[in-house]
Nanobody, 124 residues
């Protein structure tokens, strides 16, 4: 049973910083790409960032490029999302997900396992 557990969400002021973490129970974690998605109230889930199996290739949504950084620690089976200079429009539930592919993906349909999500609220 694969489990992904997000943590680190909360209330943050615009312009501040927050780091989300995702712990994976996947035995072969180091082989697979990971991604972060988010869903705001009344909106569809959207792609935020993704990272390949080794961590040397990443991709970001235009809306977070230059502000957010995705990283991973394969030894600890962790993936992170560093959120710098968040904006009120970044308020959403953030989900981490794992793909069975080694290269990063941006479509949610390419991801097989999902966490329960962690709420991030950015105040203005």
């Amino acid at each position: 049973q694969v489990q992904l557990v997000e943590s680190g969400g909360g209330l943050v002021q615009a312009g501040g910083s927050l780091r989300l973490s995702c712990a994976a129970s996947l035995r072969t974690f180091r082989n697979y790409a990971m991604g972060w998605f988010r869903q705001a109230p009344g909106k569809e889930r959207e792609f935020v960032a993704a990272i390949n199996w080794s961590g040397d290739s990443t991709y970001y949504a235009d809306s977070v490029q230059g502000r957010f950084t995705i990283s991973r620690d394969n030894a600890k089976k962790m993936v992170y999302l560093q959120m710098n200079s968040p904006k009120p429009e970044d308020t959403a539930v953030y989900y981490c997900a794992t793909s069975r592919r080694s290269t990063w993906r941006i479509e949610s349909t390419e991801y097989d396992y999902w966490g329960q999500g962690t709420q991030v609220t950015v105040s203005s």
